[in-house]
C-alpha cells in the first residue's frame, strides 16, 4: 500500500507524489551518508577531546584511506565477473591497506607536526593543521595523479535486498551496520579499556596524569591511529559506494564531518556519531522531497523552539534563583524577558544592567526568539515555494542552516556539556 508523497512524475501537470519506496530508500540514503561521516567525525571529536584542537589534516587522511583501498582493487584486477572468493579477499586487503596507511600517516603528523608545538598557543597547531592538509592534498596529486580514482562496479556494489517491499542496495546495509560496530568498539575501547582511561584522563587533565604515570605522549599517538584508522575506513565504504574519489574529496567529507563533531558536541563521542546521522538524513531529504513536505518538519521544529522559549528556558532559568530571591515580581521579570523576548529582552539589554541574571535571561531569550523567528520564515517559504525540489549544490547550505539553527538553541551541541553563561 502506497501513501502519498512527492515524487515527480512524468505526467502533463507534472504532480509531485511521494512513495513509501521513496521515503524508504531516502531514509537508507540518510543514514548510509551519516555514518560515513560519524566515522570521520569520530577522529576530530577524539582528537579534540585529548587536545584541545581541531585537526584539520584529518580529512586528507580519509582521502588518503580511499585512494590506497581503491588502488588495491585495481591492482588485484577484480571486476564484476571476479568470483565471490575473489572479491572477499580484495575487499580485505584493500580493508587492511585503507586502515595501516592512514595509521601510520596520522601517527607521522602527530609525532612531526604536533608534538613539537603542543603547550603553545592554539593558533600555532592549527595553523600547523591547515599547512599538513595542504601538502597531504599535493602529495596525493604527485602520487596518484590529479584525476579522480575509479573502481570497476562490483556485485556486491549493485546488490539489493528487499525491505518491507522497497529494494535497498545491500552495501549502504553493510556501511550502517560496519560503521555501528565500529562506533559500538570505539565507545567500549574508550568507557571500559586501560588505554581508554588513559585517554579521559589526559583529556581532562594532562600534567595530572603524567603524575599519576600514565604516558601522555603515547596515549595521544594511540588517538591518532585509532582516528585515522576509522577515517580510512569511512575512504574505503565511499569508494565502494559511490565508485570514485577525488583528491580534493577530504576538505569537503571534512568539512561535513567537522561539522557534525560540533553539531553533536565537539569532544563527546555519542554526540558526533548523532550529529553525523542529523547531517546525514537532513542533507538526503533536503534534496529528495520538496519543500512542501519538508515544510512539515521545520514547523514541528518551530513547534519545539517556542516551547523551549516559553517554558524550559525560563524554569531552568529560575531553577538557579536562590529562595530569598524568588519573590513573584523576581519570577515574573525572569518569565517576560523569555516571553516577551521583542519587548521586554531587548529593552533590558538596552537599558542599564542592574541585575547579571536578567540580562543573561534577556540575551538568551532574544537568540531563542531569532531562531523562532528564523524557522517561522523558513516554514512559510517552504509552504509558499511547496512543489520545489531543491538541487543537490544545496547541500552544503542545508547543512550550515540546519547547524546555525541548532546552535541558537543549544551552543553545546546536541549532546555536549552545557556551558555556563558568564554574568
Known amino acids: 500500500m502506497k501513501c502519498r508523497v512527492f515524487d515527480r512524475e512524468a505526467t502533463p501537470d507534472r504532480e509531485w507524489r511521494v512513495s513509501f519506496d521513496h521515503i524508504m530508500s531516502v531514509t537508507v540514503g540518510g543514514l548510509t551518508v551519516g555514518m560515513i561521516y560519524a566515522l570521520i567525525a569520530l577522529g576530530y571529536t577524539m582528537v579534540y577531546g585529548v587536545l584541545k584542537f581541531i585537526n584539520f589534516a584529518h580529512g586528507e587522511v580519509f582521502t588518503v584511506g580511499g585512494y590506497v583501498a581503491a588502488f588495491t582493487l585495481l591492482s588485484l584486477g577484480i571486476d564484476q565477473n571476479s568470483s565471490w572468493t575473489l572479491v572477499a579477499g580484495a575487499v580485505a586487503l584493500a580493508l587492511l591497506a585503507a586502515v595501516l596507511v592512514p595509521m601510520m600517516l596520522g601517527f607521522l603528523i602527530e609525532r612531526i607536526a604536533y608534538r613539537p608545538l603542543r603547550g603553545r598557543s592554539r593558533i600555532i597547531p592549527l595553523l600547523s593543521a591547515i599547512g599538513v592538509s595542504i601538502v597531504l592534498q599535493q602529495l596525493i596529486i604527485i602520487v596518484f595523479g590529479p584525476k579522480p580514482v575509479t573502481i570497476p562496479t562490483l556485485a556486491l556494489s549493485s546488490m539489493t535486498v528487499s525491505i518491507f517491499g522497497v529494494n535497498v542496495r545491500v552495501l549502504a546495509l553493510v556501511i550502517i551496520g560496519v560503521s555501528a560496530a565500529l562506533m559500538i568498539g570505539l565507545t567500549y575501547l574508550v568507557k571500559s579499556t586501560r588505554i581508554g582511561k588513559a585517554m579521559r584522563a589526559t583529556s581532562q587533565d594532562m600534567e595530572a596524569a603524567e603524575m599519576m604515570g600514565i604516558d601522555t605522549n603515547r596515549t595521544i599517538a594511540f588517538t591518532f591511529l585509532v582516528g585515522s584508522a576509522l577515517a580510512g575506513i569511512g ?22 564531518a567537522f561539522t557534525s563533531a560540533v553539531l553533536g558536541g565537539i569532544g563527546n563521542i555519542p554526540g558526533a556519531v548523532v550529529g553525523a546521522i542529523v547531517l546525514g538524513m537532513t542533507e538526503t531529504y533536503g534534496v529528495s522531497v520538496d519543500l512542501g513536505f519538508l515544510a512539515w518538519f521545520v514547523l514541528a521544529g518551530l513547534v519545539f523552539g517556542l516551547y523551549v522559549q516559553m517554558v524550559r528556558a525560563p524554569r531552568r532559568r529560575l531553577a538557579h534563583v536562590s529562595g530569598d530571591r524568588r519573590t513573584p515580581d523576581y519570577e515574573r521579570s525572569i518569565m ?20 547579571a541574571l536578567v540580562s543573561v535571561s534577556a540575551a538568551h531569550g532574544v537568540r531563542l526568539m531569532a531562531g523562532n523567528v528564523f524557522l517561522a520564515v523558513v516554514t512559510a517559504v517552504m509552504f509558499v515555494n511547496g512543489s520545489v525540489r531543491l538541487d543537490t549544490r544545496w547541500q552544503p547550505v542545508i547543512a550550515f542552516v540546519v547547524l546555525m539553527v541548532i546552535l541558537m538553541f543549544r551552543p553545546s551541541g546536541i549532546l555536549g556539556e552545557a556551558v555556563t553563561e558568564k554574568v
Do not use: C, Q, W
Open 235 to 256: 575512504g574505503l565504504l565511499v569508494v565502494m559506494y559511490y565508485g570514485s574519489l577525488k583528491y580534493d574529496a577530504g576538505f569537503l567529507y571534512g568539512l561535513k
Open 336 to 355: 517576560n524577558v523569555y516571553r516577551l523576548a521583542p519587548y521586554h529582552g531587548i529593552k533590558t539589554l538596552l537599558s542599564e544592567r542592574t541585575d
